[in-house]
């Protein structure tokens, strides 16, 4: 079984400030692990992803992420918050070998002037 | 560009009476997916489809039903909705290869409202 733990809610940052959503995941299986970002009525948009290869992950937007194995997380920071990063964000585990996604119970980053 | 496209946006229905989600796409992904989205909460899978296999989630309340006769198109199918069926309906695409898969393309999403 598989299961991502996202351990803030809700962040609020000010802008120009750095931002970390903290996410922390189980799995049996070497897992692809993601981050999508959602906009107030909007689908996901796939932020980033692990599948393996570096275990720091660059992503759009300035985002990035460290796939850490020994404390089986998956952080994702940005430098410096812009207004337009306001949104929800999902860690998502893909085990590699099925279907379905786990995901994440999201955080909500709002974002001061 | 490529893309996953739902339709409507914005759907209202009765209490009871039978609606149709819609949903194409364009990137000739051979897995699809619908994700039931509630306010403030993950989204829940209901099914997928793997190519032409039909794969219902335990959980999938038999009111919930999908349909898709190509690779491009899926449907989801609401009988009888519900008060509680009220959210936003998510279909997202993925490539699934050999013990490998592609990230999911979701759309727009369609908000259902039941009165």
């Known amino acids: 079984a598989q299961s991502v733990t996202q351990l803030d809610s809700h962040v609020s940052v000010s802008e120009g400030t750095p931002v970390l959503l903290r996410c922390n995941y189980s799995s049996s299986y070497s897992p692809s692990l993601f981050w999508y970002v959602q906009h107030p009525n909007k689908g996901l948009q796939l932020l980033l992803k692990y599948t393996s290869a570096a275990t720091l992950v660059k992503g759009i937007n300035g985002f990035e992420a460290e796939f850490k194995k020994s404390e089986t997380s998956f952080h994702l920071t940005k430098p410096s918050a812009h207004m337009s990063d306001a949104a929800e964000y999902f860690c998502?585990?893909?085990?590699?070998?099925?279907?379905?996604?786990?995901f994440g119970g999201g955080t909500r980053v709002l974002v001061k002037p | 560009d490529a893309m996953v496209i739902q339709n409507p946006r914005y759907q209202v229905t009765q209490f009871g009476k039978p609606v149709t989600l819609s949903c194409s796409q364009t990137?000739?992904?051979?897995?699809m997916y619908w994700y039931q989205q509630k306010s403030s909460q993950a989204p829940k899978l209901l099914f997928h489809y793997y190519d032409k296999d039909f794969n219902n989630e335990a959980d999938t309340p038999d009111n919930f039903q999908s349909r898709r006769p190509n690779t491009s198109f899926c449907f989801l199918d609401i009988r009888s909705p519900g008060l509680g069926d009220a959210a936003m309906y998510l279909c997202?695409?993925?490539?699934?290869?050999?013990?490998?898969?592609?990230?999911?393309?979701f759309g727009n999403g369609t908000r259902l409202t039941v009165t």
């Open positions: 997202a695409t993925s490539r699934k290869g050999q013990g490998n898969n592609s990230p999911l393309h």
């Open positions: 998502v585990v893909h085990k590699a070998a099925g279907n379905k996604l786990t």
């Open positions: 990137l000739n992904h051979n897995v």
